[in-house]
């Protein structure tokens, strides 16, 4: 007796079900993620786990639920590290929002931010929140709630502010 079985999935279907069901189409542990421009590193994420979720349709993402590292160095070499618990990156706007234990440093402007939630804009390369925070520069702990920023964190915008700001006067 012979008996012949046939499996006939596509990978449309095969997508479909795995959007349906809310199950990423893959995942990784222990990422290290190195991003480069014209053989010039610009970005090495390093997580411990990645959810790709890139088969949604209207808005697929990329999650790291254990958190992520992501160093990012300018064309001097200098660089801005941001760590948090939690990120989920949306490839279609490119705006990541990071959150639980938020901190931006750049050690050579010796700035750190610290606040529960940030949103990214890479494309406009442009960080905010409306959430509490601190930022703490060469001269100054700040706190407020509300902050803008480039990603470098060397031109800000803050709103609610407390602290002392140390201001250089122009001449």
């Known amino acids: 007796v012979a008996m012949f079985f046939s499996c006939g999935n596509d990978i449309k279907e095969v997508q479909d079900f795995l959007a349906e069901k809310n199950l990423p189409i893959g995942a990784a542990k222990n990422v290290h993620l190195v991003h ?3 053989g010039i590193v610009q970005t090495i994420l390093t997580a411990p786990v990645m959810h790709d979720f890139s088969n949604r349709e209207d808005h697929p993402y ?3 639920p254990e958190g992520v590292k992501i160093v990012s160095f300018d064309k001097k070499g200098d ?3 941001l760590t948090a618990g939690y990120s989920i990156s949306f490839a279609n706007t490119n ?3 990071v959150r639980d234990s938020v901190k931006v440093i750049n050690p050579a402007e010796k700035t750190k931010l610290f606040t529960d939630q940030l949103f990214w804009d890479s494309n406009e390369h442009y960080i905010y929140t409306e959430k509490q925070f601190t930022l703490i520069t060469k001269f100054d702990t700040i706190h ?3 902050f803008e920023s480039n990603e470098d964190l060397s031109r800000v915008n ?3 502010i407390k602290g ?3 201001v250089e006067e122009s001449q």
């Open 62 to 64: 990329t999650l790291f």
């Open 158 to 160: 803050m709103k609610s």
């Open 144 to 146: 407020g709630q509300g």
């Open 95 to 97: 705006i990541s929002e």
């Open 79 to 81: 660089s801005v590290i």
């Open 164 to 166: 002392s700001v140390y």
């Open 36 to 38: 480069t421009d014209s």
